[in-house]
């Protein structure tokens, strides 16, 4: 692959949150800001693929995120550009000229409707690719996981302002590569795939933050993504757990500031920071 090549894309991407009036406890006019939420309809060579409810912050990225995660094309190079008519609610891939996807019919005919916030989707072709190339085995430490936990709380600027969003993170080390927030997780997930795209990041070296629960569709897109490590300040799923075992994904969740559960890989965690325990308290009974 051309390493330095780059689809044509528009710059389209919308204002997160929007200023409202509401009515406070006290009965009092309040101005507030509440998060955006936009239909955003995915085409490639004017073929519809789906319609996403979205932020709309990033959508040339989660056009392509969406269709890499969901192994619906394989390489960037097959697309020439990513427009965004925000008028017309959609988004159109085009593909490089000549470039035609014969087995479309095939790769479709199969959708699953996930737990995703929004519901999310997932097509018979990424359940038949994902386990095509083996996740590199990785360690951690759990000083580097404080540390990561520490960085991240400088973000999630548009919950912090409106709420009603997910965050997901990037991270290599300890460094925040990439950050998304969108109006479900698996939405952030895909902009912040289809950025590694563009900019040719692998994700062997790299950690997948999320704000949301770890489902299977979350360690679905992990793995497509090729990042080993799974880190949630959220719960998981049965099936995710499961999914992550089977694919040997690192799974961290429940993780908040020196507090974490390691539900899989735990023997790829270095314990150098264990925190002290609190004194026992004692039944004091008058």
């Not at 996740?135 to 009603?164: C, D, M, R, W």
């Not at 997910?166 to 290599?172: D, R, S, T, V």
Request: charged share 25%; hydrophobic share 35%; net charge negative.
């Amino acid at each position: 692959m051309d390493k330095v090549y780059r689809p044509k894309l528009s710059q389209q991407g919308l204002s997160p949150t929007h200023a409202v009036n509401a009515i406070n406890q006290f009965g009092e006019n309040k101005e507030v800001h509440v998060a955006g939420e936009s239909p955003l309809t995915l085409k490639v060579n004017d073929r519809e693929i789906v319609t996403l409810m979205t932020l709309g912050t990033h959508p040339e990225e989660l056009a392509l995120g969406y269709l890499r995660n969901q192994r619906l094309l394989e390489e960037i190079t097959d697309i020439e550009s990513v427009s965004v008519d925000w008028d017309k609610e959609r988004v159109d891939v085009s593909l490089m000229p000549g470039k035609e996807i014969t087995d479309w019919e095939e790769k479709l005919s199969k959708r699953t409707v996930t737990s995703g916030c929004g519901q999310g989707t997932v097509f018979s072709c990424t359940l038949d690719k994902l386990y095509d190339e083996k996740l590199p085995s990785v360690s951690l430490k759990q000083s580097k996981i404080y540390e990561l936990l520490a960085a991240i709380t400088k973000f999630n600027e548009i919950y912090k302002k409106a709420g009603a969003v997910h965050g997901c993170a990037l991270c290599k080390d300890t460094e925040i590569l990439k950050f998304v927030e969108d109006v479900g997780r698996h939405n952030a997930a895909d902009a912040i795939s289809g950025w590694m795209w563009l900019e040719h990041q692998q994700g062997g070296d790299k950690i997948f933050y999320t704000t949301g629960r770890l489902t299977s569709e979350m360690v679905m897109k992990s793995a497509n993504m090729g990042i080993p490590v799974l880190l949630s300040r959220s719960g998981v799923t049965n099936m995710g757990l499961e999914l992550a075992r089977d694919l040997g994904i690192i799974m961290i969740a429940r993780a908040k500031g020196k507090a974490f559960l390691v539900y899989n890989g735990e023997e790829q965690i270095v314990f150098d920071q264990t925190p002290k325990k609190p004194p026992e308290r004692k039944d004091v009974r008058t």
